[in-house]
């Protein structure tokens, strides 16, 4: 994984708080409470497609209507499958909650139901920011640390990624609501070895090979 991902723009807090916001602080401060923020730098946000559905290599918008969630506006904006991460990316001027979604890979050709993994209460992602998830030993948890990239915060999911043989990456609705919000194919192939697969420009282009940059704006090789 880069050594500059996960500059997740998020205030994230396990207990004794109530809500996550990614915001641009670039380091997790700790709170008088003894909770622990996690920050990410914001970049300048821009629009995003509204057409795309499984499938589209521009299509990690919402596929259910386009807008009828709190969803809109945010995308999936870069696979590292030598990482094992998916970098998510909130094209708007406001934050976008995402408390409860879930986030999984492919299973012949659906959702893998069995590696679901949910994002925690209060994770909100600030406008023009990311959140990073990445393959870790503890799913379903943001850690610094462990599993991540310099010490920076990460999502942990529980599915890892392939290059080689291509895979999907599916953002569905919290428990007890099966909708695909979000989903972008990593084809096979699709980019040389070491490098991820993003969008250029930055959260409103096709995916194209990249510079590895999770975190971050995207950038070409």
């Known amino acids: 994984m880069s050594k500059t991902m996960c500059a997740l723009v998020m205030v994230w807090a396990l207990s004794g708080c109530s809500e996550s916001v990614i ?3 670039g380091a997790p401060p700790s709170d008088a409470g ?4 996690a920050g990410v730098s914001d970049v300048d946000a821009g629009s995003t497609d509204t057409d795309a559905g499984p499938g ?27 990482t094992e991460a998916t970098e998510l990316y909130n094209t708007t001027s406001a934050p ?19 590696h679901l ?3 925690p209460a209060g994770t909100t992602i600030a406008s023009g920011g990311y959140l990073v998830a990445v393959q870790g030993s503890m799913p379903g948890t943001i850690q610094t640390g462990a599993d991540c990239d310099a010490g920076d915060p990460c999502f942990h999911t529980d599915f890892g990624l392939s290059a080689s043989a291509g895979d999907v990456i599916y953002v569905m609705g919290p428990e007890g609501d099966d909708t695909v919000y979000l989903t ?3 084809p096979a192939g699709a980019v040389p070895d070491m490098q991820s697969y993003c969008r250029l420009p930055n ?6 090979a990249c510079a590895p940059t999770p975190g971050e704006a995207n950038a070409a090789p």
């Open 23 to 25: 915001d641009d602080a």
């Open 34 to 37: 003894g909770d622990v923020d």
């Open 56 to 82: 589209d290599d521009a299509g990690s918008t919402p596929v259910d209507g386009g807008g009828t969630t709190g969803l809109t506006g945010l995308v999936i904006n870069e696979i590292d499958a030598n």
């Open 96 to 114: 976008i909650d995402v408390s409860g979604y879930r986030i999984t890979d492919d299973d012949m050709g659906m959702p893998d139901m069995g």
């Open 117 to 119: 993994v949910a994002f």
């Open 184 to 186: 972008q194919p990593h």
């Open 203 to 208: 959260g409103t282009g096709d995916f194209t």
